[in-house]
DNA sequence: TAGATGACTTGATATATGTCAAAATAGACA
DNA sequence: TGTCTATTTTGACATATATCAAGTCATCTA
């Protein structure tokens, strides 16, 4: 058993927008993502949202939403976002009888949490700069994990979105690209980026 | 199986500051609390750290330190904390007999992930008046969760802790207090708490 | 290509929270 | 009980980020 997508039979399309679940579903299924991109939101009564994820192409989906009706999780990308369905029950079973896909969704439940717990971390202590330094070494480190540019790439949300995630207002996030173009750390125009020195912009997050 | 805790026969005390599980440790073992309370917090490499969890008695420990190197747990009571201990390789085993356990630890896997997504949605997009609200109420409710009084308690953490915990600097946390003791939303003296007026707590959190 | 629509940038100003400092209070211990 | 120390409160001030408001730039459609 090398990779979970392997015991997928189903594979599916989205469009830009649509939803792979949403408040409410009744969660069954993983899914590995083979192309394009989503996002994860959690709401609250009262209306206000926020972005709780990005997930690319390579990564699973699914273990977030377990048994909360107040998260949805969406394409973003602007070309069609595909991806695996892993049925619950199946991977239940499967595990059952395998030790190591047991030990497996271990990890990938655990690399959730500890997600979930630097975000945490970042959204409690870190200032504006820090934070989309940080967010930007992030998607650096995830396009290298899948075989892409660590220093070039698109990126696949809105300011809107990505102040969400950070918890800061979009003109906030837009400030401090351009703050970060002035220092030379990055080249940014729209959604194109370019990261220009990946050591400074890591000792800007290391740093209160 | 109607309490996770019947699984164990191995029962341990802490001391106030006592670490269940520390950076580095390797995860083998959920906790079910019996008596006191302890808080989880992550490190960064930097010396920045948060609190990510204040737990109390009747409540299971164990899952979010799955794989992570950056966390820790300790007790933080004033009076002697005690745990039982329910080893994970036998929680294993028993889960591939017993289906009930399978979706129980599943439950308890989803409630933490909830949680956090709850913490990450407070400390992403509300102002401290809010989330100082929210704490009292998610202590109030989880109080009467275990049969104690859901308006009048001990705060078991320091205003240090509750503003690492909230995002917020102990000043603020103190003012925040004082503030709503002045609206008459709440008593509160050092670390003895009543509230007041839970309806407009309720209001002061749904709002912005 | 022009026009329309939404995304992004930039500026001026307001405000919430942080920072620094001191005093008051509570809890621990001799 | 009194002393010591840590915790908490309160104040004055600094600052980061939000808010409000234009204006520019992209992208899509006709």
Redesign the interface.
């Known amino acids: 058993m090398h990779r979970l997508e392997d015991l997928s039979n189903n594979k599916r399309s989205y469009p830009s927008g649509g939803y792979l679940y949403r408040t409410g579903d009744r969660f069954k299924s993983l899914h590995a993502i083979r192309s394009g991109s989503f996002k994860t939101r ?1 709401l ?3 209306g ?3 972005v ?1 994820g990005f997930l690319m192409a390579g990564e699973i989906i699914g ?2 939403a ?3 009706d ?2 949805t999780c969406e394409a973003v990308a602007m070309e069609e976002s595909e991806v695996c369905e892993l049925p619950f029950n199946k991977l ?1 079973e499967l595990s ?1 009888d395998i030790p190591s896909l ?1 030990r497996h969704l ?2 990938i ?2 690399r ?3 997600r ?6 970042l ?3 870190m200032r504006a700069e820090e934070r989309l330094a940080a967010f930007l070494l992030n998607l650096s480190s995830r396009n290298a994990a899948h075989g892409m540019s660590a220093t070039q790439f698109k990126l696949r949300m809105s300011r809107l979105e990505i102040g ?4 800061l207002k979009l003109e906030t996030v837009s400030r401090t690209f351009s703050h970060f173009q002035e220092e030379g750390l990055i080249q940014v125009k729209a959604r194109a980026v370019e990261l220009l020195d990946l050591q400074r912009l890591r000792t800007l997050v ?3």
Not at 116 to 121: F, N, T, W, Y
Not at 164 to 167: A, E, K, T, V
């Open positions: 959690v609250h009564e009262d206000r949202e926020q709780t273990l977030d377990i048994s909360t107040l998260h239940e059952r047991q271990h990890k439940m655990s959730e949490i500890v979930d717990q630097g975000i945490m971390l959204l409690g202590s969400s995630y950070l918890g290391g740093k209160s």
